[in-house]
């Protein structure tokens, strides 16, 4: 009897604190919700993966299901929403990750990012007139996509204009200026293939 008395009420307990988290998580969304509504949309996101997606989601990202956003992810050029973030279904983007949303940004379906990887899609040398006129492919607005299963290890940078192919891999560290053909493994600065996949 003594036994039964405790279980019901460690189930109890249990239902509670339950109760009691979501009722916690509702109201920190509500006022993050109502915080950037005022003041913007945030430039870094640093709460729980379900408390970043539903912000990013409220801003007008674009995101599928089964998405994983893992803090800190800093955004760049967010003008007043995420209108230029696009990610598809299993997809995760991995802390330490800085977005540059100047022009869109897509992951398909389970791409992946790692921590610290930059993705950029803007280049200015600050209105620096000699170099614009003698390096102007490195410069200009051109959206990053990256394909179906693609893969970015820790630490790489993505630069402008380039799509990752389905079921590419850029290795950690790697400097991708050029776009990368689906199923091969590219690393190096700047990065070149180093195997095909399949």
């Given at each position: 009897?003594?036994?039964?008395?405790?279980?019901?009420?460690?189930?109890?307990?249990?239902?509670?604190?339950?109760?009691?988290?979501?009722?916690?998580?509702?109201?920190?969304?509500?006022?993050?919700y109502?915080?950037?509504?005022?003041?913007?949309?945030?430039?870094?996101?640093?709460?729980?993966y379900e408390t970043n997606e539903r912000l990013l989601r409220a801003f007008g990202a674009k995101i599928g299901t089964d998405v994983r956003l893992l803090p800190p992810i800093t955004f760049n050029l967010v003008a007043h929403s995420f209108a230029n973030l696009s990610i598809g279904d299993h997809c995760i983007i991995n802390g330490n990750t800085f977005l540059d949303l100047s022009e869109s940004i897509t992951l398909e379906n389970g791409a992946s990012i790692g921590p610290g990887v930059t993705v950029m899609t803007h280049n200015r040398f600050n209105r620096n007139e000699f170099l614009e006129s003698r390096l102007s492919l490195m410069c200009g607005r051109k959206p990053v996509i990256i394909k179906a299963g693609g893969n970015i290890k820790a630490n790489a940078i993505?630069?402008?204009?380039?799509?990752?192919?389905?079921?590419?891999?850029?290795?950690?560290?790697?400097?991708v200026i050029k776009s990368v053909p689906p199923r091969h493994f590219v690393s190096g600065i700047p990065a070149v293939t180093r195997k095909v996949l399949g």
């Open positions: 009897m003594q036994t039964a008395k405790k279980s019901a009420l460690a189930r109890a307990k249990w239902q509670v604190r339950r109760v009691l988290r979501l009722i916690c998580t509702e109201a920190q969304f509500g006022v993050l109502a915080w950037h509504w005022i003041m913007g949309p945030p430039r870094i996101l640093s709460y729980k993505i630069l402008h204009g380039v799509t990752i192919g389905e079921e590419a891999v850029v290795a950690g560290a790697s400097v």
